[in-house]
């Protein structure tokens, strides 16, 4: 099998930074962007993104009383941005129930020895304009990433160079960056935000959409392990509209930024302060797990959680859909739509470790299925101490135990000794649906739902497994609902 070993930033977003900071070192620069900007204007226009839907100016429904009582179940960046935006909005009786004593979901910083160790979400690319500003505006400090890369091939060390030629030529990776790029502006569907109305090409799995789109096969080659390996699945079964919208996303951060700023942004108090943030401007219960909804014909909705039952006029759905079959008096269409939605089982693990190098390192193994409950990536943020976090995905049904004693033996494997494990978190990760489920209308169906019942839903398999999207649709879906 071969096995690459890249340096990279500990993040999803950073393994494509790696391939795209190798692209830009090996591919000159400035002529890049020389050749891109001549591009963009003889195209009659400049990038945009998924994540620029956001905006905060716009028309407001002011039909709907501000009064309303409205529940929010779900303190995930997804229900507590719909929070804020109808605090902004001017929405006074808003209550957001979170099951967890802390608020964030799948934001999750862990403190040690009073650093920031991300568990969760960790970077923001620099396109998200919208969802930047937004952090500034709460006064969330936000700094580039400084990422080093380079890369090992069984233990040894490779250059960007040799990496990238070991397939493709500098030519060829060019020329499909820029293929990409051009594919998305006349696939407006891919910049927008969701994922509705995908043209069937794009519901196609990866490897079926890029036999029809060889152009796009280079740069889809060089960051598939980087997919993979963050659990965003396999080319042989996901929707392409997933890898592209990041492709689309990760080629207009490199376009508009250049290597040299640090291609991705990320919170140095940690992502959770952020959250915390957000929470702070409405009526947050945490630690209050929502056991039953019940909606009935006049509109009103009944919510109890493990102290009481509390009545409301609208509802907005913040925690993974699926789950919500357990408390929601579900239709049968919703409950069709929710258990149509799939994961990838992942784990992360903070550790203080001796014997591994002070660096980030990838290990992509492979792109094929057989490379899960093996190590996958291990970081060492702040290079002058020795505690480490480690990315797994991992075949549901294995024990925690049985995990930690892998992420153990990966590690012993690369010639390191776990000396202390401090915090193992389990994920579900990268909600999606199928390429029939999504050709036949998957998000068409949900989109027709929001709203009936009094009842909307929002989250991340909605707006993709990213914070800022995430944040967009709840955002957007408040602007246009409320
Ligand atoms: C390891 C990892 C790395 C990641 N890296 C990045 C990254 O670098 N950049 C990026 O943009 N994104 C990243 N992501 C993805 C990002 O974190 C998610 O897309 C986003 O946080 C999802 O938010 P959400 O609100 O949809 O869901 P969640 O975060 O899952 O929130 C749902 C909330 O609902 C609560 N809940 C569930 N049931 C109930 C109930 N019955 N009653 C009350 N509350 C309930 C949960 O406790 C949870 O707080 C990463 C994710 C992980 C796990």
């Known amino acids: 099998m071969k096995i690459f070993y890249y340096q990279t930033t500990p ?45 905060i100016n716009s028309t407001e429904k002011t039909s709907l009383g501000k009064d309303q009582r409205i529940a929010i179940i779900g303190g995930g960046v997804a229900g507590l941005s719909a929070a804020y935006r109808l605090n902004q909005k001017g929405y006074t009786n808003v209550v957001v129930f979170e099951k967890s004593n802390r608020v964030g979901g799948k934001v999750s910083t862990f403190f040690y020895d009073g650093l920031a160790y991300e568990t969760g979400a960790i970077v923001v690319s620099p396109h998200f304009t919208d969802f930047i500003k937004l952090a500034r505006e709460v006064g969330i400090e936000i700094k580039g990433y400084p990422g080093e890369f380079s890369y090992f091939e069984n233990g040894d060390h490779m250059s960007h160079k040799q990496f990238l030629n070991s397939e493709f030529s500098q030519w060829e990776i060019l020329t499909s960056m820029v293929s990409t790029y051009f594919y998305s502006l006349r696939h407006p569907e891919i910049a927008r ?77 940690g992502y959770s302060t952020l959250m915390q943030r957000l929470a702070s401007y409405s009526d947050v219960k945490t630690a209050t797990p929502v056991t039953k909804v019940s909606r009935n014909d006049k509109g009103i909705i009944k919510v109890t959680t493990n102290n009481e039952t509390t009545e409301f006029d609208k509802l907005i759905i913040a925690t993974p859909l699926d789950t919500a079959v357990s408390y929601l008096d579900t239709s049968n269409e919703e409950k069709e739509l929710f258990e149509m939605i799939h994961y990838y089982n992942y784990y992360t693990l903070v550790f203080r470790a001796s014997g591994l190098p002070k660096e980030t390192i990838s290990l992509a193994t492979n792109t094929k299925p057989d490379f899960v409950d093996n190590l996958m990536m291990f970081g060492n943020p702040y290079k002058d101490n020795d505690v480490y976090i480690a990315y797994m995905q991992v075949s549901v049904g294995t024990s925690d135990d049985k995990v930690l004693h892998n992420f153990i033996k990966g590690v012993e494997n690369l010639g390191g000794k776990v000396e202390k494990s401090l915090k ?59």
Not at 45 to 55: A, D, E
Not at 219 to 227: H, S
Not at 424 to 442: E, I, T
Not at 458 to 473: C, D, R
């Open 193 to 269: 935000n969701g994922f509705k109305d995908i043209p069937e090409e794009l519901t196609l799995p990866m490897n079926a959409f890029l036999l029809e789109n060889p152009s796009l096969v280079p740069l889809a080659r060089l960051l598939e392990p980087g997919f993979v390996t963050f659990g965003y699945g396999y080319y042989n079964q996901i929707p392409a509209i997933y890898y592209l919208k990041e492709m689309h996303s990760t080629v207009l951060s490199m376009f508009a930024e250049g290597p040299e700023t640090g291609a991705y942004f990320y919170f140095p108090e």
């Open 424 to 482: 193992l978190s389990q994920w579900s990760y990268f909600p999606h649906v199928s390429s029939s489920a999504m050709k036949s209308g998957y998000f068409e169906k949900l989109g027709s739902l929001q709203g009936k019942r009094n009842t909307y839903y929002v989250g991340s398999v909605l707006g993709h497994e990213f914070v800022p999207t995430t944040a967009a649709y709840s955002i957007n879906l408040i602007d246009r609902e409320f």
């Open 11 to 55: 993040t999803i977003g950073g393994r494509n930074s790696a391939s795209f900071n190798s692209l830009f070192n090996l591919l000159a620069l400035p002529t890049l962007i020389l050749l891109t900007s001549t591009l963009f204007s003889i195209a009659g226009c400049g990038p945009s993104s998924n994540g620029k839907t956001v905006s």
